[in-house]
């Protein structure tokens, strides 16, 4: 594997099951629950600072929805992803009180705009709680949201926007909506991730922006993400690994440096001036379905049945 | 005139000048310039607590740039009302110093949407500045931007998002884009008003809010407001003055209250539940040239060339 | 009544019934069914020559559906409309074999944009009955669809367009989807109406355009229409008419002829050069509800559960 | 070379150079024009059968317009750009009369969207000259436009409603634009070629559909293409050639079959269920860019300055 490139902490905790050795993987603890053929649960527990550095995933809880054919969903079948979802959501949430939901990313971006497509679709009810209480079903929680856009269209680093609203309304807690990047074609549009341990924006697309967490935001932060987007460079660093393992001749490969993948990859890519990212041809239509399931079980969380 | 619903100072100055006998004025200044037959500015000019209390309106200066046929302008045409409106809008602005602009409205919403739709064309600076401010041409402007959206689908009023983000970023100034509401048909996606006095989010569409200026932000405001949409109430109330003043039998109702005038216009419109408002039907396409005004116009200002 | 200016049927039979001494109203049957408090079924037959004479209309069938307060809609009641819907779209389906669905409108103008939207969300099986029968359930429709366009856009008429991809791929019946006009608040964005007799492109929102009916199709043609806009006009004649009702000095206005009440709108109306029409500021979510039924009720015809 | 997977003539040309002897190029001549630093135009004449088959063209003329870095173009490139394509695009056109522009592609997906934008911004002008000639400067050209979508939301081959359109409405020749696959990442959203040999619509993004050419269309088609995807294919059979051209220990895979080749690619790309296509992640503002030349273009041919 060229680097580790994934957001995903499943597919890190599956990456390091092959490389550590047993007994090693000390601070991590990994479950998995079959739904249906179709539905299935992983929970990754990283609950030291050994857990951490072995996973390079901060302190927390990672739970990620794997649906399998999602273009093919029917009804039945998106409502129970949905109750699944709202459900391991809840547990996550460990905070009364009012939520500040943020939609990150840039919505007239393709692999971008499932965070601001979220927002839109949410039973906000902040402004209710306030002007018209008596509107409000019993056990409503008390939900504002907003979608800040990105740094080249704001010129503000997102976490500056968030932070300076969270210091202004004090929520008791923030959900974070994100699409990640991947390094495994596999999980494109596939997965839903839902962590206790925050953000970093922007980290699935473009370069790497401030953390939204507990630490910079002072309350707990809940990150849900998606991934949307592989880099080309993973195509080609797959490319390259398969050939070195299906090539006898090739194994002198193995032990190639970084630097000499690097250099690989960046011959292949550089005839283009652009920051190449591999989708699914279908993405427009995965991606709603994604944004459905998301902002229907936020939902059910906002208004319980 | 039923009310005075309008946020265009000059309509306002217009409906003074009809009602209040001359001499009377003390603290209003109106001056008118032709640039073409197809462009005019008017600039009303409020100098004192008397004229405020006669407009309506606070303290400061109010530009409206008019123009005849906006949907059928030439590219020299919409090159020229760029230019004035830069220049009127460079003229209000009496800081140095990093800019925030503000995109209010709702973007999903026809009427609503040009505040946010501008700050997508903007020439975003503030990151470049910070990152690689080789980049920028001399004598560019320090300048960042958000489209907070509206109380419905936040929950949070938008001067409080906005106050908090000035307190985090500390611009020397704010611009605000807004869709306004005229009380006259002929105004309607034909003239672009500019004040340094700031701005109440969403009085041209919705309920008053709560005001976007110097004394809630603690910095200059100027507010770009193009009215796109006239209440339906007004069309009724337009049609009793036009009959009052065309029948002579119908001089009873002159002195009629405003509260029997209200109630005519209720008995109108309440078969319908919803909130009728009057607008062209090529609202689309003549809000498109808005928009591109208003961008580039602000652009010219962002990098002079 | 200033003129006659609906495309409803139901609005026009009520107009008749009031206009019209009873026992001439021969050729015209009027039906009401209420399914709940929410939701009522009003069918008009026009059985004869005289008919519709009288309404205004072609001799066939229109029914209208009338859904309350759909901006408040909850799962439920939607599921039941289009239960509702999807069943007398069926008992008006007198051919077999292919079915071509025409969205029409202009999918970039808020008022004109259901008929398109519709489109995009139907469940298309011509291409699927060609290339893989197999994965289609038995009883399948045979639909193939498509969205023309406007004049303004395609420089082509409506009809020419639709006659020649009729002639082309020789269904056996053509559903009609479009924006209509009312002249009447209260229906705006409640009223489903759905006719056996064909339709005028545009009617709702523009220039009358050449007729999309049997005779120029030489299939049966069924249309299906929303109301989603009122002339401004309208509102004028309205408060005119309610003025000469309500105040006795005004009585003799009631006969005034028809070019007198023109003018007057004309007046009232003549300072905006643009085609202004009133619509609920609402007008873009409750034109989603609308078509979600609508999308909704074709697929389950389509495809049978 | 994996295989000849490209829409674009001039690199079918160049792989055809480096392939085949000198001499044996009968058929085909390609000429250079270097306009500025940043925009070139590269014209590939395919003379006779001889050059068809070497080529893997129809014969015609096939002109490309390079431009380089165009996401930081300035007003005076575009404008540039535009007169070239302007310029190239009324050589080709050998016919007078009555013109149909067809944008093919689905307007909901990015990659695939550039046909139906380009439509949008057309001066379309067939039915003011049926209805007011009088407002049409002189030697305006008559033209008519449609976005028929795609086969999987029509239910129709695009062939079937543009044949079936053209018999009606009878136009002298037509113009199609449609997104092109190339199999060179460097040619991504830079490069726009128009020929006069008609086109395979989707070739680009999907399936191969049938022909739009003057054999089945019987008049001249003009086609204009954006290369806006590369398959993922492409980028792995990229790695396998320069890692055998790069590494003399695999030079016995050079002369490795089609079918070993092709099982490699399976073999990466086959965790994905979905077709993996690759993008610039700023394909939305570089596509925006393209349309803007594209419709500008063909409107300085529409209405002459």
Do not use: W
């Not at 927390?60 to 029917?74: F, K, R, S």
């Not at 391991?88 to 939520?99: A, C, H, M, S, V």
């Not at 969270?166 to 923030?174: E, F, L, Q, V, W």
């Not at 993400?225 to 193995?254: H, Q």
């Amino acid at each position: 594997m060229l680097d580790f490139r994934t957001d995903l902490a499943d597919e890190r905790a599956e990456i390091c099951k092959n490389e550590i050795k047993k007994g090693e993987l000390d601070g991590i603890i990994t479950e998995n629950e079959n739904i249906s053929d179709k539905i299935s649960v992983t929970t990754v527990k990283v609950l030291n600072e050994n857990g951490s550095k072995l996973l390079g995933k901060d302190i927390g809880n990672y739970i990620t929805i794997n649906i399998e054919n999602i273009e093919v969903i029917t009804n039945e079948e998106l409502k129970q992803v949905i109750d699944i979802f709202s459900r391991e959501l809840i547990k996550l949430i460990n905070f009364d009180g009012p939520i500040l939901v943020v939609g990150l990313g840039n919505e007239d971006t393709t692999a971008d705009e499932i965070g601001p497509k979220v927002i839109k679709d949410l039973e906000i009810t902040r402004h209710v709680f306030r002007y018209k209480p008596e509107l409000l079903p019993e056990n409503t929680k008390n939900v504002c949201a907003i979608a800040p856009g990105v740094l080249g269209t704001t010129g503000m680093e997102t976490q500056e926007i968030i932070s300076a609203i969270a210091k202004n309304i004090k929520p008791s807690g923030i959900i974070v909506i994100d699409a990640l990047a991947s390094n495994n074609i596999s999980r494109l549009l596939k997965t839903i991730q839902i962590s206790n341990t925050g953000i970093i924006p922007g980290a699935g697309v473009g370069n790497k922006r401030k953390k939204i967490n507990f630490e910079t935001m002072g309350v707990p932060v809940i990150a849900i993400g998606v991934p949307t987007v592989v880099e080309a460079a993973t195509i080609v660093a797959d490319t390259f690994d398969i050939l070195t393992e299906k090539f006898d001749e090739f194994s002198f490969l193995k032990d190639s440096s970084y630097k000499e993948k690097y250099d690989l990859v960046k011959l292949v890519l550089e005839p283009s001036k652009y920051n190449l990212t591999v989708m699914p041809k279908e993405i427009d239509e995965l991606a709603n379905n994604m944004e459905e399931i998301i902002s229907s079980g936020i939902n059910r969380m906002i208004i319980p049945e």
